[in-house]
């Protein structure tokens, strides 16, 4: 509590209903870029009703001011106002209209399960990665309940195809009574995977919705984090709408046509003065994100002037404020050392291999512990906090403690622990420094190939010329049998357990579902909606021309944390063995992962 207080907050709500079936509302706060647990409350036997909700909110909130002493500058619920929901919603509206989608993921699926299930077949792939000289890349297997872990497996699928067509040239070209793989019960399946291998139009399809699903996959690591500011979700926004337009193939009309309609669509229906208000209040980007033709300093002034009024809840705005807007906009007077400040900011992040932080730069233009007025407003804009995902790793951590065994828990014990796994993580976090948490992904890193190694199968030398011999018109030379051969038959490796799984199919329904309601709330408010609501709505910048999309410096910031926390999510997986051969990956909770990314 003491880090968080005076700061201003972002109060998130959330609804749960545990293994007990109790049903709770958590209230958490997101403070100083951290996320603090302000109560839980036990609403089994009240009615759901937007009323009682709003009660509750209401006591949340005083409950944050007097005792915390934080100013509650929004509230965030999981519905229209959480952008990690929205980013799923437009998910779910791609797979609405790419039906066959399903059919080449279950393909994929099948395949996925089929190589994982043969040792000597990861052992094969292995070696020929090895000889080739390519990165050693073993089969991710998706159990988790992310979409994005579909997505990465798949993708790794597509990587590693090389190394399986030569894998299925030297088998079919080996004579029958020395083959590995097409042999015994399992030659009739080992076939059809083959004809799945070499199914061109399989991979081709598979690459599509790779691609489609990629930006989004980005997307959605970067605002599902437990601090995501306004800015950062618009701009991400701009991002996908840069990205996306650019894919003109005729394959990908459709599936890009849709999602580009179900961003303008949710970006249609959010608060636009608040959201790119946090841009410009932004010191990194200021306006220059913004189309030159979309806001001159006058127009940036009143916007400004009313995000004041609406954050500071008074009519009253000081004109040194209306005068610093013109200051900071122009880097004139106090700002004239602000772009030295903003570039030291941004080789600091580059050197720790971080995304540039705003409030460097604002604590660096502080007199003392007072801002300037713009950057006051500045700083609660920036403080507003865009999904409540924080909740969801609180829920994650009550359904860790509240097990079958432990249904009768208090609900007050049950908090008390999910708080102090939430404080061992924080004090992890602040004892670890990027060279020590280097350390640890290698000690993880070394486990896992010592583990490796274990497992697999002593093969003779299995040579090919190059990753590519499969393309070629003479398959590779067969590899020498191991003395004593025991063609492997098992379709399920050795300590291989069946855990519960979520399809793709599965994710992919409650996607629709999801994006299905979501279409008929948004029909619902537009019957509703007075005409000059409508004609105002009409009036507002689309994503279309609201960006200067050649501007290179807000499209570098962003696309790099996209990439980065993309590329650490895979890291995750494997440091955490996700994709260890032969075994099922097992749903992780948040604890390492904050430990080892943040």
Not at 269 to 295: Q, S, V
Not at 548 to 556: T, V
Request: charged share 25%; glycine share 4%.
């Amino acid at each position: 509590m003491a880090e968080a207080r005076g700061y201003p907050a972002t109060l998130q709500s959330d609804g749960w209903t545990g293994g007990n079936h109790r049903h709770l509302i958590a209230f958490l706060i997101t403070a100083n870029q951290k996320a603090y647990t302000v109560r839980v409350d036990d609403v089994t036997a009240e009615r759901k009703t937007a009323e009682n909700l709003f009660t509750l909110l209401e006591s949340a909130i005083e409950d944050v001011e007097k005792k915390w002493n934080c100013p509650v500058v929004a509230v965030v619920t999981d519905a229209s106002d959480c952008w990690a929901h929205q980013i799923n919603l437009v998910v779910g509206d791609y797979f609405k209209v790419t039906t066959p989608i399903l059919t080449y993921s279950e393909k994929a699926t099948n395949l996925i399960s089929w190589l994982r299930s043969r040792t000597i077949i990861l052992a094969l792939l292995r070696q020929i990665q090895i000889d080739s000289r390519r990165d050693v890349l073993t089969i991710l297997r998706a159990v988790l309940t992310r979409w994005t872990s579909h997505l990465r497996a798949y993708q790794r699928l597509l990587d590693v195809l090389p190394s399986l067509r030569v894998m299925v040239a030297a088998e079919e070209a080996r004579p029958v009574a020395m083959r590995l793989i097409l042999v015994g019960d399992g030659k009739a399946r080992a076939e059809k995977m083959f004809r799945l291998i070499n199914d061109s139009l399989f991979w081709q399809s598979l690459a599509r919705v790779v691609r489609h699903l990629e930006p989004l996959g980005k997307a959605a690591n970067v605002i599902q984090a437990a601090y995501c500011r306004l800015d950062t979700v618009l701009l991400m926004l701009g991002y996908l709408y840069a990205v996306y337009s650019k894919m003109t193939d005729p394959d990908d009309c459709n599936g890009v046509t849709t999602i580009l309609e179900s961003l303008e669509r949710r970006w249609a229906k959010a608060d636009h003065e608040i959201f790119m208000a946090a841009i410009i209040l932004n010191p990194l980007y200021g306006n220059t994100p913004f189309a030159p033709e979309l806001l001159n300093n006058a127009g940036i002034r009143e916007l400004l002037v009313r995000v004041y009024k609406r954050v500071f809840h008074t009519e009253d705005v000081p004109l040194t404020f209306s005068i610093q807007v013109g200051q900071y906009l122009q880097r004139t007077n106090k700002f004239s050392n602000l772009g030295t400040t903003v570039n030291l900011a941004i080789v600091k992040a580059e050197l720790e291999g971080k995304t540039p932080d705003p409030f460097y730069v604002l604590n660096d233009m502080s007199y003392g512990n007072k801002d300037l007025e713009v950057f006051g407003l500045s700083r609660r804009v920036l403080s507003i906090t865009a999904n409540s995902a924080s909740c969801e790793r609180l829920f994650s951590t009550f359904g860790q403690v509240l097990t079958k065994h432990r249904t009768r828990l208090l609900l007050k014990n049950m908090t008390c622990q999910a708080e102090v796994k939430a404080h061992i993580r924080s004090e992890h976090l602040r004892h670890l420094d990027e060279q020590r948490m280097q350390k640890l992904r290698q000690r993880f890193q070394t486990q896992k190939e010592a583990n490796t190694a274990d497992r697999m199968p002593q093969l003779t030398h299995f040579t090919s010329e190059s990753a590519s011999a499969s393309e070629t018109a003479h398959a590779p030379t067969p590899a020498p049998l191991p003395a004593n051969p025991q063609p492997s038959t098992s379709t399920t490796a050795p300590g291989h357990t069946h855990l519960p799984q979520f399809t793709f199919r599965e994710l992919v329904q409650e996607q629709i579902e999801l994006a299905d309601l979501d279409t008929l709330d948004f029909e619902l408010e537009d019957s509703i909606r007075s005409a000059p609501d409508l004609e105002a709505q009409l009036s507002r910048p689309t994503l279309a021309n609201l960006f200067n999309y050649n501007d290179q410096n807000w499209r570098g910031i962003i696309a790099s944390a996209a990439d980065r926390t993309f590329d650490q999510e895979l890291e995750f997986y494997e440091l955490l063995d996700l994709d260890a051969d032969g075994e099922d990956a097992e749903d992780i909770d948040d604890t390492t992962a904050d430990i080892l990314f943040s």
